[in-house]
Every structure is written in C-alpha cells, then in structure tokens.
C-alpha cells in the first residue's frame, strides 16, 4: 500500500531535506547551547561591573535592578564578533586582575576593589584591551540603562516640555 505513495525516489529526497535542513538546525541549537553556557559564566562578572558603574542610589535603580545585565547578553549574539569578543576578554581581565592583586574572583570582591580594577582599566592606555573594553561596557551599560522606562520617567519627572511647552514662556523669571 505504502509502496506506491512512497518510492524510493522520494524516500531519498526526503531524507536528503532533513539531512540538509537538520545539519544548520543542530549548529543553530549547538550555538544556542553554548551560548546559554557563555552567558552563565560572564553573568556574575558582568553584573559586577554594572553594580560599580550604574548603582543604585536614593536617585534610583541600579543597572541590574533593571536587568542591563541581561539585555546586553541577549544582544551578544547580535553584536560584531569583535565586540563580544572584547567582552569576553575584557571580563576575564578583570578576573585576572582580580586574582592577582586580591586572590578572589571579580564577581566576589568588596565594592571598593572592583571599583579600583575598573579605573585600573580606565586609566590604561588608550588602545588597549583594557581600556576598550571599558569604554564600549561603559557606552553599551548607559544607552541601555538611560533608555529604560523607569530610568526615563524618574530623569523626565511628567515627560518632555513639548509638545505642550512651557506655558507661562511670555512672563519673566520669577
């Protein structure tokens, strides 16, 4: 019954679709895999970096009360490979620094510590990994932050002046 349906010509380019389609399928659930295993492992470093650059204050939230942390390593896969290459390199280096000057892990240390291994990396020199590495943390951790919804409306208090304006703009200062 099955014979006439199903021939061997189209049993082999069945299996040949699967075959094709399965191989970039596997690499896609292979890249997923270890990209969640990245992500677990720069997590804690990253979220330490953010608690030194962005916290919180009676002004508001920190950065990872307001998960930065998670949203820049969701857009890792997005980003240039160099960029998250530079991430990657920049959190170990600063577990290396870590290590060597207090014998602990980034994400382990006091405040004042990973403060001081960040301005170590702030004040290397300019074209360095370090200082790179800083740098973009820095741009990347603000434009996220700032443009969050919560950040925004403490900053903007009822919003913008426009388009209502400022109503009393003809009167003197008072």
């Not at 969640?36 to 804690?44: N, V």
């Not at 200082?131 to 990347?140: A, E, N, V």
């Not at 919560?150 to 208090?157: A, K, Y």
């Not at 400022?166 to 009167?171: G, H, I, Q, T, V």
């Amino acid at each position: 019954m099955l014979r006439g349906i199903f021939t061997r010509r189209a049993f082999l380019a069945l299996a040949g679709a699967i075959a094709l389609l399965g191989l970039p399928l596997g690499r896609w659930l292979g890249e997923r895999d270890s990209s969640h295993a990245l992500h677990t492992h720069l997590r804690p470093r990253l979220r330490a970096c953010l608690d030194i650059l962005l916290p919180s204050d009676d002004l508001g939230p920190s950065a990872t009360d307001l998960d930065v942390d998670t949203e820049l390593l969701g857009a890792l896969h997005a980003l240039p490979a160099a960029r998250a290459k530079l991430y990657v390199q920049g959190l170990d280096w600063c577990d290396e620094q870590a290590r060597t000057r207090f014998s602990k892990t980034f994400a382990l240390l006091e405040d004042s510590d990973r403060d001081a291994i960040l301005r170590l990396a702030a004040n290397s020199p300019e074209r360095s990994m370090a200082s790179r590495f800083i740098y973009q943390l820095r741009h990347d951790a603000f434009a996220i932050y700032y443009a969050h919804p919560d950040v925004v409306r403490h900053i903007h208090g009822a919003g913008p002046p426009q388009p209502a304006g400022y109503p009393d703009y003809a009167e003197p200062p008072a």
